[in-house]
């Protein structure tokens, strides 16, 4: 048989012999969650399992989570009828109280195996038993327990109604899952106060995922405004963005500019931008607007090609250059974006309050 808790592998002939029994579906449901979690550490996939025995992926995934919630309420402790019950059967029972403490894991498998509930009824108590629990200090008139927390979910469901029918159907659902004396004094109240109390449901939360890389811009450290020496260039650390949204700290005075995450921007290693004036750009059109510009040049890019424009020195000054031969100045960078402010036709336009988008 197999033994939860195992450290080692299986070996082949226990493999076998796991294999054999879950073929024949031998022992209980437990037994077999067991045996599924011995030929995965002996590098079974769920497919594997599934083609060699026929317990279906998902099937395993549920009797093995139920296993550990088994598990835990025999830690706990339970009554000795609650155990010989979901030892047999119940394991789709057990899977949904995966979400509570281990302590109201085995509160809620002896209410469960009290009241007779089965497994979808189950999957809709959890949750107010969950959230029960998180309360600091417990409504008036309701203990601790399953029964008294799923009955005060029932009650405050029953006070928002104010169809008579609807209302009697949630105060005797109430009715019969309360657990303490004062509880079902306070339920059935309801039954001659008729006030209806709307409860104000929370607001949903604002979740939003960034879905593309070009959503996520990259915080890029600027040197200064131009004209800049090279002690200006080295005087800006490294930066390393920290995941799961590019965090980066600083310390000490720095300025810095949100690029968009373009693929140009993410593949540059050591990124940092300057500021100029778009007439100082080498082979800049003479008839082009004059207007501040960012510059971006990669620092780790420090090879020279006749298909790039460069970050070089001239004198102990910083300066932007293109050459069709190879130069004898040390590069310092590639540039490998010039970012121009954004346009816009009227200033006054977002100005203005009572403006409305067609």
């Known amino acids: 048989m197999v033994y939860p808790g195992s450290s080692s592998p299986p070996d082949a002939d226990a493999v076998q012999d796991v294999l054999l029994r879950l073929r024949r579906k031998e022992g209980t449901w437990v037994n077999w969650a067991q045996g599924c979690q011995e030929l995965q550490k002996a590098r079974f996939t769920p497919q594997q399992i599934f083609e060699e025995t026929g317990f279906e992926p998902i099937h395993q995934n549920q009797i093995m989570v139920a296993e550990q919630v088994y598990q835990s309420i025999l830690k706990v402790g339970v009554a000795e009828a609650t155990v010989a019950h979901f030892t047999e059967r119940g394991s789709d029972a057990l899977y949904e109280l995966r979400v509570l403490s281990q302590g109201d894991r085995a509160a809620t498998a002896d209410f469960i195996f009290q009241h007779g509930i089965d497994s979808e009824e189950v999957r809709d108590l959890v949750k107010p038993i969950k959230e029960y629990a998180y309360r600091k200090d417990k409504p008036e008139g309701f203990a601790d327990g399953p029964g008294d927390a799923i009955a005060y979910h029932f009650w405050k469901l029953a006070r928002q109604k104010d169809d008579l029918q609807d209302r009697s159907r949630l105060i005797a659902q109430g009715l019969r899952f309360a657990q303490s004396p004062t509880a079902r004094q306070h339920i059935e109240k309801l039954l001659t106060d008729f006030t209806v109390v709307k ?146 036709l009227d200033e006054n336009y977002n100005r203005e309050l009572w403006q409305l988008d067609e």
């Open 199 to 344: 409860d104000r449901p929370a607001p949903r939360l604002p979740v939003y995922r960034l879905e593309t890389e070009s959503e996520l811009p990259r915080m890029i450290p600027v040197v200064g405004q131009m004209p800049l020496t090279v002690d200006d260039l080295k005087a800006v650390p490294v930066v390393v963005a920290e995941e799961p949204f590019s965090m980066v700290s600083a310390n000490g005075a720095s300025a810095w500019i949100a690029v968009p995450g373009w693929q140009v921007i993410f593949r540059a290693e050591d990124p940092v931008g300057i500021l100029t004036q778009s007439r100082l750009l080498p082979n800049y059109p003479s008839d082009g607007a004059d207007e501040t510009v960012l510059v971006v040049v990669d620092r780790s890019d420090r090879t020279w090609d006749d298909d790039g424009y460069f970050l070089t020195t001239d004198g102990d000054q910083l300066a932007l250059s293109w050459s069709p031969s190879p130069i004898e100045t040390p590069v310092l960078g590639k540039m490998i974006l010039i970012l121009r402010p954004k346009r816009i």
